[in-house]
């Protein structure tokens, strides 16, 4: 092997534990604050779905600057309160009816 060859093989070792290392900090964050791992989701496209809306909430929820103790607390104050959800998705004028 020469030196070319075994210093693409690291270049590309490291591509691939870094985008492991990605994959797994989502996943992980997905099934502490969702259950994903929980979830029984199975018919047709559902879990698919689900799992969409899920990193679409996660997403949201990391865009909050308060929440810098993780997305739990977020999620549930915002599945309590209609204003801060809202404030979350970005609705400027929110009226409870």
């Not at 492991?20 to 259950?35: C, M, Q, R, T």
């Amino acid at each position: 092997m020469t030196s070319r060859r075994c210093s693409d093989a690291k270049v590309i070792a490291h591509a691939v534990r870094s985008h492991w290392a990605i994959e797994n900090d989502v996943h992980w964050s997905l099934d502490v604050s969702f259950g994903e791992d929980q979830c029984r989701v199975r018919v047709n496209n559902a879990a698919q779905n689900f799992a969409t809306l899920s990193s679409i909430a996660m997403n949201l929820l990391r865009q909050e600057k308060a929440a810098k103790d993780g997305l739990e607390i977020p999620r549930m104050l915002a599945c309590a309160n209609d204003r801060y959800l809202a404030q979350l998705l970005g609705w400027q004028a929110f009226q409870t009816i």
